[in-house]
């Protein structure tokens, strides 16, 4: 049974709504055509999506199921769109992904050394937020991602790990464990009147506790600088902190590995080609677990208070 792009759109649109009149002011259209299609939906798949009541509308088992699969489906079809239009461009280009902040000396690295190489594709750095990398891989928008195990979603897409490091509590500067040379994950997890900020999991949702719900990096950087949140994070992200902030190394938070992922059906030459060079600058980046590199003097350092 084929279905169409169209239908799909309709249905994700009253899933993320449940409500047909916001899904149709969303989608540009009157609410009785939409809720037709609806019904046409169901009867050629032969199952309900929906649960209408007087209450409102609630998804079924099977309308949670296409919700995934639509989802992936309309993602799979932007991404043959734009990466056949950048197939078919007169540059040889590509677009790597990465969570702005993170990463930041590798990264450089890595482009620094790409573009030594004369034949090399032109390298495009789309910046993102916590978390928006793997989108941006399945959508088409990005080809390749800098991304972070444990914390990012990996899932479809082939890897090869980069570094790996330790992670730091970021705190105000004025906050007494500021002063500490270390801490552990016990520590910062009971902080009184100082939170962790909740990132949002893999489904978007963000788990239970007092801190406050953070998604970017400026709305968390001056929530730390006004004394209202603290968080983990790797060492290496640390590159957009404010000098409101200290960072006191975790010395039990898990280790967290930096790699560079592209998606697994991929055959791009160019994305190949920056893979290679991101794996031969692998043996130049130590395991900083909780130190960081000193450039200037070619040591480990510990890092800036």
Not at 80 to 89: I, L, S
Request: aromatic share 4%; hydrophobic share 45%; charged share 25%.
């Amino acid at each position: 049974m084929d279905l169409e792009t169209r239908e799909l759109r309709y249905f994700l649109a009253v899933a993320e709504e449940l409500h047909f009149g916001r899904a149709a002011e969303r989608l540009g259209m009157a609410q009785p055509p939409l809720s037709r299609a609806i019904r046409q939906l169901e009867r050629r798949l032969g199952v309900q999506l929906f649960d209408r009541d007087r209450r409102g509308v609630a998804l079924t088992a099977a309308g949670r199921v296409l919700v995934r699969e639509a989802g992936s489906a309309l993602d799979a079809v932007a991404a043959a769109a734009r990466r056949t239009q950048r197939a078919g461009a007169s540059t040889n280009s590509l677009v790597l992904v990465t969570k702005a902040g993170a990463s930041h000396d590798l990264l450089r690295r890595l482009l620094d050394t790409h573009a030594a190489d004369p034949d090399a594709a032109s390298v495009e750095i789309l910046l993102c937020e916590v978390g928006e990398q793997a989108g941006a891989l399945r959508d088409g928008r990005a080809d390749v991602a800098i991304m972070h195990r444990p914390y990012d979603d990996l899932a479809g897409f082939d890897t090869e790990d980069l570094h790996v490091e330790g992670q730091v509590a970021i705190l105000p500067a004025t906050h007494p464990l500021a002063a500490r040379e270390e801490l552990t994950l016990a520590e910062v997890s009971h902080v009184p009147g100082l939170p962790i900020a909740r990132w949002p999991r893999l489904d978007g949702t963000y788990p239970e506790g007092p801190g406050p719900e953070v998604r970017t990096q400026s709305k968390l950087a001056q929530l730390v600088a006004l004394g209202r949140t603290l968080l983990v994070i790797p060492a290496s992200s640390r590159a957009w902190q404010w000098p409101e902030h200290v960072a006191v190394p975790v010395v039990d938070a898990p280790d967290v590995t930096t790699v560079i992922a592209w998606p697994s059906h991929s055959r791009s030459r160019a994305v190949a080609a920056l893979v290679r060079t991101a794996a031969d600058l692998r043996a130049l980046t130590e395991v900083v677990t909780p130190m960081q590199r000193d450039d200037a003097a070619g040591e480990v350092a510990p890092l800036d208070r």
